[in-house]
Nanobody
Framework: QVQLVESGGGLVQTGGSLRLSCTASGLTFKNYAMGWFRQAPGKEREFVAATNWSGGSTNYATSVKGRFTISRDNAKNTVYLQMNSLKPEDTAVYYC?????????????????WGQGTQVTVSS
């Protein structure tokens, strides 16, 4: 079965950086669009970043554009989220998601598979 496992979360100070990884198994990774979402306490899960099958097309939420970078390594079945200039409002559980498609998707309901999430906490 499809499994997505996130890692790389943790506690960081304002202005710091983290790189999240999401490793997939049970699927042909290069055939999947991948996305990152986040959910803060008491809030709905929101879109952060997405990439198409090759990494040649990416999309970002306005709140993270210019600070976060999504990338993927199809040989390693892994998608990354490089997060720079972190702010306290970036604190959330971060989830990766996958959908069997060569395109790119930004809505939560467009993804079929989800990881268990990794906590990112940015202290002020």
């Amino acid at each position: 079965q499809v499994q997505l496992v996130e890692s790389g979360g943790g506690l960081v100070q304002t202005g710091g950086s983290l790189r999240l990884s999401c490793t997939a198994s049970g699927l042909t990774f290069k055939n999947y669009a991948m996305g990152w979402f986040r959910q803060a306490p008491g809030k709905e899960r929101e879109f952060v970043a997405a990439t198409n099958w090759s990494g040649g097309s990416t999309n970002y939420a306005t709140s993270v554009k210019g600070r976060f970078t999504i990338s993927r390594d199809n040989a390693k079945n892994t998608v990354y989220l490089q997060m720079n200039s972190l702010k306290p409002e970036d604190t959330a559980v971060y989830y990766c998601a996958a959908r069997l498609s060569l395109s790119i998707f930004t809505r939560r309901d467009e993804y079929h598979y989800w990881g268990q999430g990794t906590q990112v906490t940015v202290s002020s």
